[in-house]
Every structure is written in C-alpha cells, then in structure tokens.
C-alpha cells in the first residue's frame, strides 16, 4: 500500500545526516537502499515522522584495504560489494554473500549499513560479518565508537546503535582461509530459510541466518571444533541452544535438522576451499 | 496460393506490449478521476452489527464513503445455473450489509479525490463485526456440528452429483489401491491485479474500462445493477496483464465502481493492490479427494470409486465450475468399466474460489494420475506399462465416458509412445537404477502422466466485413488478453479471404462494437473464435463470388477466387481484387446484389459438446534425501490439440500452462490459519516461482484432429496446468519409493518431502 504522511530530507554529508538524525531520534530514520525500510512503512508497521535520506552519500560507498583489514562504506550496494575486487581478494566470503542477496534489482538498491543496522536475522550480510569476526563504525553526535559484530545483535530488529546513531564502516579481517556459505531457500530470490556462513582458518567460526531472533553464532559448533571434532560431530550441535523461528515455510524443528546439514556442508566446503 | 495454416507467424500484437506503450486500466488517464480504497474484513465470520463511517467522512479529500446499505446493490448470482428445480440461487453481495463471510469480504467503499486519500481516510473506517466461530477446512464444513454459513441450506453443502449406485465398482478387483489427495487452492497471481474505472460519458452513458476476459459478462451485470439498457453502458477492456481463469465472469468490485460512477457523476476508479488482489480476487483448485481403484493383476482396471470435495470459498458464485468440471473428467483416459463418483461442493469461510487455468481438469487428473501410480507400485509394474494396458484406443472414439464426457477423437497410447521416445524414458531408468544402487544422497526420480481435458464449449461470435479500400475487418467476441488472437483470427481469415496479414484488422473488447460475445477463457477462442472467424469469412467469399459475377458479367459457378482475385474460371485477364469488389458492393448495382448488408457475414459458432485435447507429460526431478530439496531437472510434454493453426503460439501457451502446473506441484499454496487468515498474504510467502526455478521445456507433438469444427483445432491453453502436475508429484514420489514413501500432498516443498523421509527413517534425514 501506501506509507502514512511523512517528511522526507536529503542529507548532503554524513554530519548532517547525523545532525538531522539527532533532532528526534526516535521519531526519525535513516533511508538507506530503503529495501527493508519502505515495504515495513508501506504496510504501516513503520512509521517514521521524517526520513533522512542517505542513499546517494557517495563518500560512504566504498571498499577498501585498511592495513590488515576491509573497510567498506555502510551505503556501498550489494552489487558493488560483490563486483569489489579488493573484497573478491581478501574477503570473498563477503563479497560471494553479496551476489546471494535477493535479486538483481534489491543488490542494486540495497546497502550493507542498511543490512546489518537493520538487524534482520534473516538476512545474509550480518552472518557473514559476524563468520569473519568483523566490527562496526558507529557516528553519533558524540563521535565514532567500533562495535564488535559479536556484540552488535541484541534482539530482533535491535542493535547496539543508539537512534541517534549512524553506522559509517563495516571492517572485517583480510581473510586468507577456507570459507562457504550455505543458503537453503526456494526460489533464487527468497530470503534464507536457514544459512550457514562459515569461515576456517586455524580458528573457525560459524554463523547461522534465521535461526533465533538476531543474526548469530553458532558457538556449541565452534566450541566442538575447537576441541578437535570432525565437521560431522561438530555440526551435529547447529541448533543447540537455538529457538528457531517457525513459519509457512519451515517448522522450528524442520530449521534445526537444516541447520546441522548446511552447517555440515558448509564446514567440508570451507575446509575443502582452504586446501 | 501458400496457406497460413501451420506457419510461425510472429505475433502481431506484440509491439506496443514489448515497448511497454500498451495501455491497462492503471494507464487510462480521465480528468477528475476519484479513487475508491475497499474496507475490508479482518474477520472470517460473522454478523455486521455496525459501520461508523464519521470519522472518515471528516478526512480531506474525501468524496463519499459508502456501505452496502447506501448502495442498495443486487448480488451476483451462481455460475453455471443451477440444476431446475434445485434450491433457492444465493447471492455474492455488492457490499454486504449483515454477515461477513471470509477474511477481505468489503464491507465499505471510500471514494476519495486521490488515492492516498482514500487510502488514509480507509483506515479511519470501524467495521463492528460481532465475531463467530469460522469453518476453514472443506472436510470441517462438512461436519454435522460445523458452523454454517447460509443456513436456510441446513449445511455447507452448495451442489452435489452422484454416479453409480448399488452395483460395488471394485467387485472382482485382485487388487485395489487407496488414496486421499489435497489439490490444493491456488492464486492466479496475475501480473496485472483487478482494476476497474467507469465514468458518465457526454450522452450520459456509463463507460466502464475494465480488466477482464468476458465484458459481456460485465455488461450484464452493469445493467441489471443498475437498471440500464444495454445501449446505456459500454464496457471496454484494453491490455490486460494475465487473467487465468480469474478475470471472467463479474466481481462485486466492478459493479460497485459502476454504481459509484453513476450516483456521483465523476470518474471512479479501483486497482487492486498485491495483497488486496491475494484475497479479492477468486482462488483455483481447493480439493479434497479420496480414491479407490481396483485392478486385476494383469493391470487392466476394473472400477474406481471416489469422493470429490470441491471447495467454494465463502460464496457459491463461481466455484460450481471446477466442481462441474473435475466430476466431467473424473474419467481420464482409461477405459473403467464401473465408477461410483459422489461429488460435493462446499462453502468455508475463505474468499471465494472460481475458475482457475485448468479449472477442474488437473484436479481429476491428479486424482487418477496418483492413484494409477499407487496401483502401478502395488502391481510392481512400470507405470507407463499399466498406462499402456489401460489407454482408450483410436477405434474407442467418439467415447462418452461414465460420467457423461463426449470424447471427440484422441490417439493417446500414441502421444505416450512419443513421450517416451522424446524423453529417452529406457536411459532414465538405467540412470536412477545406478543412482539407486549408489545409495547416492540425491536421488532421481521420473513421473509420467497421461490426460485428457475438454476445452471449447459453448459458442462464440464472429463477423467479417470488407472495407471499402477492401481491407478485412474481423469482430470476435472472444476477448484475448495474451493469447494472440489477433495473430491466430488473422491467419484463418488470411487464407480463407486469399488476403495479406496486414490487410486484416481484428476488432474485439468493446460493447459498443461488438455486438455480443461470451469472451476468452477455457481454451476456447482459437477454435470458436476461430471457427466463427472462417464460417463467416466464407460466407463473404461466397457473397464477394455474387457480386464478381454481377461485375464481370459471368455466370456465379464460373467465378473463382484465385490468388487473391476473384476471376472467371479460365479467363484470367479478367479479375477482380477484393477493393474493386468491395468498391462494387457500394454501388446501386452492388446492392441490388447482396442488399445492404454488403461484404458482410457473422455466424456464432457453437461447440455445445466440445473438444478433448490430451497428451503425455514427464518429470525428471532430483530429492536431496537430506534437506528434501527437490530440483526439477527436465519437463517433456507431448500435447495434442489437433491441427497447429500457429506453432509459436501452441508453444508459448504450452510454457504458460507448464509453469503454472510447475508452481502447484512444487512451491504454491493459499492457506489459512483456523481463523481464516491468509498464511500467504504477500507474493514474498506466497513464492510463486520465476524463469530461475525452471529447466527449459522440452516439447512434442501428435496431431489428432477434431471433427467438432472446420479447423481441426482443439483448445490448448490449460494442458500445461492439467499434465505437469501429476507429472511432477509421480516422480517426487518415484524417487521416494525406495524409502517406502506412497504419498506426500502437494505442494512438494522441501519441508514436507524431508518430513516423509524422516518418517521413513531415511538416514540422512533422522534428527
Ligand atoms: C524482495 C526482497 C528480497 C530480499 N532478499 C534478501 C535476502 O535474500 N537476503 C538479505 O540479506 N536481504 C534481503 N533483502 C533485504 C535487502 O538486502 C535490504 O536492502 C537490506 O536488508 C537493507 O538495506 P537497505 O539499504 O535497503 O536499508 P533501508 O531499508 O534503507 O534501511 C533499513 C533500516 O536500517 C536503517 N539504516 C539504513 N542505513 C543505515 C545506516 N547507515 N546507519 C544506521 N541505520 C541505517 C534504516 O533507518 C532502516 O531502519 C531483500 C529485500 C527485498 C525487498
């Protein structure tokens, strides 16, 4: 349908995007690629008094070496992710999740800071984040504060953000290890039923998409491996400690059994990559 | 001359379509346009106590807001009729004004000068609705206890036929097979919604654009609504996005936007939005089916004996035509001897279900398909073996079937020996048996089906008449919206008139031009529109002959048309093309001719048994025996139609209908919890499938004529639908045999397949 009335502004920088911001925080959004913002709007289950629009702050599109990291740009698109070259080498796992984002027309829209500030335990980029053990640059009217990606989801739809706050960067490690990521869904565009993003490189990790109401760590699975279990045993933990959700498409039951499968096959596929 | 008949001509309708410059109701632009947002019912059941509409009234821009008692409307009655001397008709309300019946029954009307007002001043509106106990399932509704929705019916029950009697169908049967089978309901998922605008023209009458495959049937009910003469009201449809089944017939929205129209004198305008369309518009399939068939060991069927549960949503309306349909084709290709077939349709608490493509053919072919493949497990046959032992035989035609089917002609064994030829069925099966042998995690399993559907009943409208400057103008009452019947009416009236393409202009979609017509549905046009197109156009021949003869001043048997010239037989110099003949009809002589008709001939081609077009389709699909995943790896149909008038046509048709067929068996579904909430309520969960969820068609043909009309032709606009399906879910289940699984309902999503392997203990799938 249609959003109820709203105020719309362009910010011009990301300090006036912050300034705007910081006038009412609560009652005011950022409008990123706007692909998770506008359809909640659209049904009327958001319902902003203004929208700060930040999608054409080219300053923030970019991806970047920084010394021993990746630094991308929060508005940088999934598509321009995916085709980075600097992401293709050191970070493919990011850049390959990028190109796994619904559609062509919503990796030409949406952004990574609109991914991960929104916080959606659905989607892809979080995950993938969180397997690289990346972190967060925040603005607020104060200044910049990082955030471990571990400590970033808090509660479905909720970060560590504070309203008056802007995400800027997202970091991860250059990564030279194994890596995969496993989206089981129907159809070539559909969000996740359940994903798998996994990253081995002496130490592994392993993040799980759609199963609890945040984006998150599969750490009984981690815990496993670091004590010396095969991917087999280790993966046979995925859901332990985990409420998935339940929904038309899948039982809470039916997310857990494909959780210890992907995260399976995603552990011989990154181990494999490795070599 | 060269004929048309058979040859890939492009579709001439494309360009505008292609270029996106096509215009749908959603482009029409009218000075003043008002703009109606529907409030509509959170509630599956129960009484209307009240609406307070002052609220909204105060909102800007609002023009009116309405309720069924403000508009006083006359529902829609049933479709088809029902049987005389049955009961009393129930009415599908314009508005209802005491009960709702189903989530997104409209209960209000906000006429708005623009849409977001409209949209803004909806939401202001309060529906007191005093909540009563909803029935959902079709096989509740039929519970003595359950909650009924018309009760001077004492029950859920709308229609009911019976076959057979005392006789058991399955008496002598070594072996019988049995079933319970959910083909379950569908959306039609249109590109373009349902949308509607009307408006006063200048001689005050009322203009009303829609979107729709039977304008006629608009009409009608425009009038009667309204207590208009025909003349009164025009109903014009421009480009429509799709219609499936969905989009013929009359919807309550439409009416109402008429009479809007009329009562404020202004432009009034509705389109659907996504979600408001997955519940506003009607819904396909929804059945419930338990089978019995028996057999003797050699295979050759004995009896079968079936219940068939129909649902029809919340109003009879138009779901009486699957229920009439299914029962008709109950059949199938087989010859089986004794048949008990109790059919019932019920009302639940759900929006309303009509004709969806296929519209009654794949739920009786996926009935039989199934339970032929059980009966192929239980015998430890091959099932296309059981098929072949079973197969009605060219010489059988025409074949009326137990449950009153004209079978018109077929070769059925034949389109299944060309399917398995096309398919390479021998190589399948040594691949799944090495795959079987392997113990592979993915699994291949092959299906195949065999069907029959009917297509072309009843009659259609068709006129030709020669320009002036000799060009061709058609007028059809079918109504394309995607069919390219401008293509296919040109090329029958290309070879009949010995014409160019460009030389004929097909006029169709508009009342105030076309004098009356029943519209473009049920594989229908290209053989009645078709037929009605060459028997008139004929008749033009014959009168163009008469006035050739009075021109050329020779006798009427020695004028023949030739290479597009009408001559005397022997005596070419002297020819006439058709502008001098049409110049001729002008004339004093002319008309003494042929009277003041001129070059003119209709006919209204009827069909009143129809035609049975079949065919043979099979999957090759590959189940993750782990997550349940199926893949569908290769779709061969062999169809037949009859005579191909255009292959690019037959084709596209084919892939329409095969991907429809696809998005049932494997990833479609409208549900609702037991408070009768759609659990699909957006296109995100509904997931209908797209080009990347399918292989390439694979398709192939036998061409067994029909008698029934001078073409040749059978409809092939649903075969997709009917075929694909029981294809699809054979060889789901073909691949699961090994693992003791006999059956798993559609939609055969990954959960539920996984979940018949965990049962089955398939290792791979245990928790
Ligand atoms: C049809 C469809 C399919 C999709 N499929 C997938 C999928 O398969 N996988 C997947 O992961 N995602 C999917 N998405 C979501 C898509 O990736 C979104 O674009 C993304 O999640 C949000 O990014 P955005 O730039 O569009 O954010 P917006 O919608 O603009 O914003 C989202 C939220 O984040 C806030 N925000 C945005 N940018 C910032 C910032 N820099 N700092 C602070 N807050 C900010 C906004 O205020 C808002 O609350 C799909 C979306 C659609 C419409």
Redo the contacts between chains.
């Keep these: 349908?249609?959003p109820?009335?709203f105020e719309y502004r362009r910010a011009g920088s990301v300090d006036e995007a912050v300034a705007l911001l910081a006038e009412d925080p609560d009652e005011r959004k950022l409008l990123a690629g706007g692909h998770s913002l506008l359809p909640l709007m659209k049904l009327?289950l958001a319902t902003p008094t203004v929208l700060v629009d930040v999608g054409r702050l080219a300053e923030l599109s970019y991806v970047r070496e920084d010394g021993d990291h990746v630094a991308i740009g929060a508005l940088t698109r999934h598509c321009d992710l995916e085709a980075a070259p600097v992401a293709r080498e050191h970070a493919p796992l990011l850049s390959h999740v990028a190109g796994q984002v619904g559609d062509p027309q919503v990796r030409h829209r949406g952004t990574i800071g609109g991914s991960v500030a929104h916080g959606d335990p659905a989607s892809d980029l979080p995950a993938a984040v969180l397997a690289l053990g990346g972190s967060f640059v925040v603005q607020g009217p104060q200044g910049h504060r990082e955030l471990a990606a571990e400590d970033f989801f808090q509660g479905f739809l909720e970060t560590a953000m504070a309203p008056d706050e802007m995400l800027t960067e997202i970091r991860v490690p250059k990564s030279g290890g194994g890596w995969a990521f496993q989206k089981?869904n129907?159809?070539?565009?559909?969000?996740a039923?359940v994903g798998v993003a996994a990253s081995v490189n002496g130490s592994s990790r392993v993040a799980l998409v759609n199963m609890g109401p945040t984006p998150l760590r599969a750490r009984a699975v981690e815990a496993a491996l670091a004590a010396g279990a095969s991917a087999e045993e280790a993966a046979s933990r995925a859901a332990e400690g985990l409420e998935p959700p339940a929904?038309?498409?899948?039982?809470a039951?039916?997310r857990?059994?494909?959780a210890r499968?992907l995260v399976r096959r995603a552990l011989e596929e990154a181990t494999a990559r490795r070599g | 001359m060269q004929t048309l008949f058979g040859f890939p001509v492009a579709r001439l309708e494309d360009d505008p379509l292609l270029r996106g410059v096509a215009k749908y109701v959603a482009d029409l632009e009218r000075p003043g346009t008002t703009h109606v947002v529907f409030v509509r019912s959170h509630i599956a059941h129960g009484r209307l106590a009240g609406i307070d509409v002052s609220e909204a009234l105060e909102m800007p821009g609002v023009v009116g807001v309405f309720t069924g008692a403000d508009l006083g409307l006359p529902g829609i009655g049933e479709f088809p009729p029902l049987p005389p001397g049955s009961r009393a008709e129930i009415f599908r309300p314009c508005l209802t004004t005491d009960r709702v019946r189903h989530v997104g029954e409209a209960v209000a009307a906000v006429v708005a000068e623009t849409y977001a007002q409209a949209v803004d001043a909806a939401e202001l509106v309060v529906a007191d609705i005093e909540d009563e106990p909803a029935v959902v399932d079709p096989l509740a509704a039929l519970e003595p206890d359950a909650p009924v929705l018309f009760p001077e019916l004492g029950s859920n029950v709308v229609r009911e036929a019976h076959l057979g009697g005392d006789a058991d169908p399955l008496a002598g049967a070594d072996v019988v097979v049995r079933g319970r089978f959910v083909n379950q309901r569908l959306a039609a998922v249109p590109l373009e919604p349902n949308g509607t605008l009307a408006y006063p023209d200048e001689d005050g009458r009322l203009v009303c654009w829609v979107s729709s495959q039977s304008p006629f049937q608009v009409l009608g009910a425009v009038c009667r609504a309204l207590g208009r003469d025909r003349d009164r009201v025009r109903v014009v449809v421009p480009a429509v996005g799709g219609g499936f089944g969905a989009k013929g017939g009359v919807y309550p929205e439409q009416v109402i936007v008429a009479a809007l129209a009329d009562r404020l004198g202004r432009p009034v305008r509705h389109i659907e939005t996504r979600s408001e369309n997955l519940l506003a518009m009607s819904q396909g399939r929804g059945a419930v089916q338990d089978v019995e068939l028996g057999a003797r060991r050699d295979g050759t069927l004995v009896g079968m004996r079936a219940r068939m549960v129909t649902e029809f949503g919340a109003y009879p309306w138009r779901g009486a035509i699957a229920f009439a349909t299914s029962r008709l084709m109950a059949n199938g290709v087989y010859r089986i001897p004794n048949m008990e077939l109790t059919a019932l349709g019920v009302v639940t608490n759900t929006p309303p279900v009509g004709p969806y493509r296929g519209a009654g053919r794949p739920e009786a072919a996926a009935m039989l398909e199934r339970a032929m493949d059980l009966l192929a497990g239980e015998l430890e046959m091959d099932p296309v073996e059981l098929r072949r032992r079973n197969l009605l035989r060219p010489e059988d035609f025409p074949y009326v079937t137990p449950t009153g089917a004209s079978y018109d002609s077929g070769d059925y064994l034949g389109a299944l020996e060309e399917l398995v030829k096309e398919a390479g069925y021998d190589g399948l099966r040594a691949e799944q048996a090495a795959r079987r042998a392997a113990g592979d995690r993915v699994q291949l399993g092959i299906g195949v089906s065999t069907f029959v559907e009917v297509s072309g009943t009843g009659s259609e409208y068709g006129s030709v008449r020669i320009a002036p400057d000799g060009h061709v103008v058609c007028v059809t009452g079918a109504s394309p919206h995607g069919q390219g019947h401008v293509t296919t009416f040109s090329q029958v009236l290309a070879d009949a008139l010995q014409v160019p393409l460009d030389r004929i202009e097909v006029v169709h979609s508009d009342t105030a031009v076309v004098p009356r017509g029943t519209g473009t549905f049920g594989s229908r046009s290209g053989q009645l529109g078709g037929s009605a197109a060459l028997v008139a156009g004929q008749a033009v021949v014959e009168r163009a002959r008469q006035l050739a003869a009075d021109a050329l001043e020779a006798a009427e048997e020695d004028v023949v048309l030739a290479e597009g010239q009408f001559a005397v037989a022997g005596v070419p110099s002297r020819s006439l093309s058709w502008a001098d003949v049409a110049r001729h009809a002008e004339t004093d002589a002319g008309r003494t001719v042929l009277g003041d008709d001129g070059l003119f001939a209709e006919e209204d081609f009827d069909q009143a048994d129809g035609t049975y077009p079949f065919g043979a389709h099979l999957a090759v699909v590959e189940v993750d025996t782990e997550t349940g995943r199926v893949e569908l790896r290769r779709i061969v149909a062999v169809d037949d139609c009859g005579r191909i008038l255009n292959p690019i046509i037959v084709a596209g048709q084919v892939h329409g209908g095969l991907l429809q067929g696809i998005a049932q068996a494997l990833f479609e579904e409208v549900s609702f919890d037991e408070l009768g909430n759609p659990r699909a309520p957006t296109l995100i969960e509904y997931g209908a499938p797209t080009a990347a969820e399918v292989p390439s068609y694979e398709l192939g043909h036998t061409v067994t004529p029909t008698p029934r009309n001078p073409l040749g032709m059978k409809g092939v606009g649903e075969a997709g639908t009917v075929g694909a399906t029981p294809a699809i879910q054979n060889a789901v289940l073909d691949a699961l045999a090994p693992y003791g699984v006999t059956h798993v309902d559609l939609p055969l999503g990954p959960m539920k397949v996984w979940q018949a392997l965990r049962d089955a203990g398939v290792p791979g799938a245990a928790p």
């Design positions: 349908m249609i109820a009335p009327r089981f129907r159809r070539a565009q559909d969000w039923i929904d038309v498409q899948a039982s039951e039916y857990a059994h494909l499968v």
